[in-house]
């Protein structure tokens, strides 16, 4: 499970770190920084598909995600006595994103590269400056067993002796995809493994023209798509290899007297609901947008192959009010199997999580456009040195 997210330099998340709970919940007014720690979560798992430079170029290159403000305020402009004037930074460009949890944590460094010489078309890449793993939940000087520095990468073996396991490791390439042989050290394959496997869904498509609404070949699929594509197939995964029962009980929770089933045609799979009161049973083309995307996100929670942590953003997104009981119910099922943290401004679906007692509430507010948890302890938190 992990204990601590930390982020640095991203955004408005100018030196953000929050413990977590098997469920978290992260609400807070438009524009006081969720979007961005989703953000900062996927690109953290893009560390481990070896793509966070790419990520970041997606978003407009590193300048344009950094903190834009002050390294740090004075006393005098917290109080609002003086205004910020200028931009003031105290050390280098840097990004920094990390996660702890109870085995083990690990952190990124991401800043400017050094110009080449010749010139190059690629010299305004973000380049890799630090990355760190250690155990436990808080870097120390004693508990690191990986650590790269520019393009060096040390491992400390079962002796605790250091040794060199890379000189030259390019800017854009992280320790943990181009180091990660097992002879380097069992722990960088395995923390690669697990950021890969972190799940993420902010896109389920429920418009006309949504693949989910129309037939699908049918392959075993116990993880759905990002934007739900092989429901189809996804549910009756869990029938065949999954739990049937919470799948129906799901299904009648918010839909009373229902159930939803896949039709077989040749191999092509429709998704059918039968509604009470009804004399035959609809057809994905014909649900409602918020039918649909509870079906998705049952088919999320419901994986027969549970990832170790898994993101929703808005999953409310669409659904009637009276959708959002059934769905605390569903996110606290799943919290049984996966740790999930749940980015919401929907108070109605707060409060049900609230009422479950299990959740953990992470308010965010905006001051002087930096997000805070002001409800929340300023964990510990070390970041690697360059």
């Known amino acids: 499970m992990l204990q601590k997210i930390a982020v640095s330099g991203y ?50 290159g590193l300048r344009s995600t950094l903190w834009a403000g002050p390294a740090t305020f004075a006393a005098s402009v917290k109080r609002g006595e003086h205004a910020v004037e200028g931009l003031v930074r105290s050390g280098p460009v840097s990004l920094k994103l990390g996660f702890s949890g109870d085995d083990y944590g690990y952190a990124i460094d991401l800043g400017m590269p050094i110009p080449s010489s010749p010139a190059s078309q690629f010299d305004l890449d973000p380049a890799i400056k630090a990355e760190c793993l250690w155990t436990g939940e808080t870097l120390g000087s004693s ?5 790269r520095a520019g393009g060096g990468v040390r491992i400390r073996d079962a002796s605790g002796q250091w040794r060199q396991a890379m000189h ?18 069992l722990e960088l394959l395995l923390t690669r493994e697990r950021l890969r496997q972190w799940r993420f869904y902010d896109h389920l498509r429920t418009d006309r023209e949504a693949p989910s609404r129309r037939a699908q070949v049918g392959t075993y699929t116990p993880v759905l798509d990002s934007d739900g594509r092989d429901l189809a197939a996804a549910l009756q995964t869990i029938r065949e290899i999954g739990d049937e029962r919470a799948l129906d009980e799901a299904v009648a929770d918010a839909f009373p007297n229902s159930r939803v089933d896949i039709h077989n045609v040749e191999g092509w799979f429709h ?46 997104t669409s659904l009637h009010p009276d959708l959002l009981a059934p769905l605390a119910r569903l996110v606290t099922r799943a919290s049984k199997a996966s740790q999930i943290i749940l980015v919401t401004h929907a108070q109605a679906l707060v409060a049900q999580l609230s009422k479950a007692g299990s959740a953990k509430m992470l308010r965010l507010e905006k001051t002087l456009s930096e997000t805070l948890a002001p409800e929340e302890e300023h964990v510990a938190w070390n970041w690697p040195k360059r």
């Open 271 to 316: 998704v059918t609901m039968k509604q009470h009161g009804l004399l035959r049973a609809l057809g994905a083309a014909e649900l409602s947008d918020g039918t649909l995307r509870y079906l998705m996100l049952v088919a999320a929670l419901l994986t027969p192959r549970p990832p170790e942590l898994m993101v929703l953003n808005e999953p409310e």
């Open 143 to 147: 508990n690191v067993f990986a650590a």
């Open 168 to 185: 030259s490791l390019a800017a854009f390439d992280s320790m943990l995809t181009h180091a990660g042989d097992p002879r380097d050290g």
């Open 11 to 60: 955004r408005s998340l100018r030196d953000f770190r929050v413990a977590l709970g098997q469920v978290t919940v992260v609400t807070g007014a438009n524009g006081s920084g969720k979007s961005s720690l989703y953000r900062a979560l996927r690109l953290l798992s893009d560390v481990g598909q070896g793509r966070i430079i790419g990520s970041l170029a997606a978003e407009g």
